[in-house]
């Protein structure tokens, strides 16, 4: 099965900060990946995907790239803002028919000071 | 998009008993998830609910303890049976959608307190 390995947090940023959290994954085939966030009080959402190698998923300002040579799906952000606080995870799915099925990261817990 | 209501949003249950967690969607879903995110851990895929069909469960999960029902395309409910308090959890529902099925939409959570 799969298995996601996630930049443990939590990270402590000052407003317009670069952020970078590293997201490393092992897989079967060729998984379509996710970035799910949660904020405060919220349920978890879609932050941004990318279905195939090379591809770059965006959202929000944030941005990852599907390396499959390094098998990583770095999460990156130019300038963070205090509304960025929040969980975010990692997700392979397991491909073909089972887009449902995710292997989440441990999450990694962001906030951002003004 | 899809949305899902999830109930009951909390609950304190005493050792040994069972509950059911309620999900509904708003429209009609092939496949419903149901996931688990134990205290300071990560999500974990329980089970995948398919209408007209038994739920298939992942490893380390078995029916007699999470019983899932999906009686029709909008809804479902996953039971926490016999309950001790390592099933202190969050328990979320979610279902497919978006164009090619590819993004998942969660429901709010049941957080659940076994004393």
């Known amino acids: 099965g799969n298995s996601v390995t996630q930049m443990e947090g939590p990270v402590t940023l000052s407003e317009e900060a670069f952020l970078t959290i590293n997201c490393t994954y092992t897989?079967?085939?060729?998984?379509?990946l996710f970035w799910y966030v949660q904020y405060p009080g919220e349920g978890l959402q879609l932050l941004l995907k990318a279905t195939k190698a090379d591809d770059k998923g965006s959202n929000k300002g944030f941005e990852a790239t599907y390396r499959k040579e390094t098998t990583s799906f770095h999460l990156e952000k130019g300038s963070v803002q205090v509304s960025d606080s929040a969980v975010y995870f990692c997700?392979?799915?397991?491909?073909?028919?089972?887009?449902?099925?995710?292997?989440f990261g441990q999450g990694t817990i962001l906030t951002v000071h003004p | 998009s899809a949305v899902i209501s999830q109930k009951p949003s909390r609950d304190i249950c005493q050792r040994g008993t069972s509950l059911t967690i309620q999900c509904q969607v708003d429209s009609q879903v092939t496949m419903m998830f149901w996931y688990r995110q134990q205290p300071g851990q990560s999500l974990t895929l329980i089970a995948t609910a398919n209408q007209g069909s038994e739920a298939t469960y992942e490893s380390g999960f078995v029916i007699d303890k999470f019983p899932i029902s999906r009686p029709n395309l909008t809804f479902s409910t996953l039971t926490v049976s016999n309950m001790s308090p390592e099933d202190s959890s969050i328990y979320l529902c979610?279902?497919?959608?978006?164009?090619?099925?590819?993004?998942?939409?969660f429901g709010s959570g049941t957080q659940l307190s076994v004393l």
């Open positions: 897989a079967t085939g060729y998984p379509s």
């Open positions: 997700a392979p799915n397991a491909g073909g028919t089972s887009y449902g099925k995710l292997t």
């Open positions: 979610s279902v497919e959608g978006g164009g090619g099925g590819e993004k998942l939409f």
